[in-house]
């Protein structure tokens, strides 16, 4: 299951994601926001974050306006590797060699279609696993104050 959150500086491009996941019957939760009203984008964050870490979704796919903000607060949770991609070479990278749990897009940075085509690659691709696997442990061993 991908789990969805935006902002208002992203709940188009979401939505564009929505209508790729629904065509495609990939199951989905969608936190939020379901408009363009003026809304904070961390608590959104957070939501997305833990329902990875509790298990109930794989992955989760955050938008504000530029994926950056989304991607600091998700950050702050333990475990979660949340990655800001504007192209599909980063998309695909940060599923093999960091095993990203999080894809941050944003919705003034690109449009619904590069959006669509970022998520698609995100969700297809697999970690590579062996030296990057280290790499991520490494990220651990900082959430645990041991780096
Ligand atoms: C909202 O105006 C904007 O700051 C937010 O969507 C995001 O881009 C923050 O990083």
Known sequence: MIAL?????????????????DSEKIAYKDFGTFDEESIDYAPIAAQV???IINGEAERGILCCGTGIGMSIAANKVKGIRASVCTNAFCAEMTRRH?????LCLGGRVIDEKQAVELAKIYIETEFEGGRHQRRIDEIAAIERGEL
């Open 5 to 21: 959150g935006a902002d208002h500086g992203g709940v188009l491009i979401k939505d564009a994601i929505k209508k790729y996941l």
């Open 49 to 51: 974050a833990h329902s």
């Open 98 to 102: 960091n095993n990203s749990n999080i």
